[in-house]
């Protein structure tokens, strides 16, 4: 079975940017979680998808959203791009609904804002 | 916030020494899973505790839950080259719907 799979792997924007992230989770599963993981700050929670519905949301401005489609596929979108977003973004599934059960996560898109 | 307090941050030792790694919270935990990243990887998840006083082992590796279920820890025997990258514990606080992830500790091997 396939594992979590992310685009793109690697990003550079510049400050006040936009930027989508996308994340297809392992077949089967429906919830899909999204962290920020930064050398100062670890790993953050973002927010959780379960059938297209964020069930849970971690504390990041307004400018981080995301949402999920009916295959599961998930997007991440950051708007007006700052410095301090630079980081590693990683998704992870899970076949059941809770950002509390195994991640399984994927390789990670690593965000850079100049 | 919720915090999940993991120490040490580094440790280095030579290859074939014990290596341990702790993890605490304020406050009573579900569950604490722990994952492993390699260099350059991303987490994998390698356990997860559920009951007060839990002991499980992986080979080398020994995990254990705290009777308060506040705190965990991983201990490695006899490191390996292999076991070289940052291992994190993450806890579910009761009643939240998400993992809180400790800072990791970042364990480097000489061989």
């Known amino acids: 079975k396939a594992g979590v799979t992310q685009t793109p792997r690697y990003l550079i924007k510049t400050r006040g940017q936009q930027v989508t992230l996308s994340c297809s989770p392992i077949?089967?599963?429906?919830?899909v979680s999204w962290y920020q993981q930064t050398p100062g700050q670890g790993l953050q929670f973002l927010f959780e998808y379960f059938s297209e519905t964020q069930r849970n949301k971690g504390n990041f401005p307004g400018r981080f959203s995301g949402r999920q489609f009916s295959n599961s596929r998930s997007e991440m979108n950051v708007s007006t791009l700052e410095l301090g977003d630079s980081a590693l973004y990683l998704c992870a599934s899970t076949p059941l609904a809770g950002a509390y059960n195994e991640q399984f996560f994927g390789p990670g898109t690593r965000l850079t804002v100049l | 916030g919720q915090q999940v307090m993991q120490i040490p941050q580094y440790q280095h030792v030579q290859e074939g020494e014990d290596f341990t790694t702790y993890c605490n919270s304020s406050t009573t935990l579900s569950n604490i899973q722990w994952y492993k990243q390699r260099p350059g990887g991303h987490p994998v998840f390698l356990i997860q505790?559920?009951?007060?006083?839990e002991v499980k082992k992986q080979k080398r590796l020994t995990f254990q839950f705290g009777e308060a279920k506040k705190n965990s820890s991983l201990h490695i025997t006899a490191t390996q080259t292999t076991d070289v990258g940052t291992y994190f514990c993450?806890?579910?606080?009761?009643?939240?719907?998400?993992?809180?992830f400790g800072q990791g500790t970042r364990l480097t091997i000489n061989p």
């Open positions: 077949s089967g599963h429906r919830s």
């Open positions: 993450a806890g579910k606080v009761q009643g939240a719907q998400k993992l809180v």
């Open positions: 505790l559920v009951k007060s006083g």
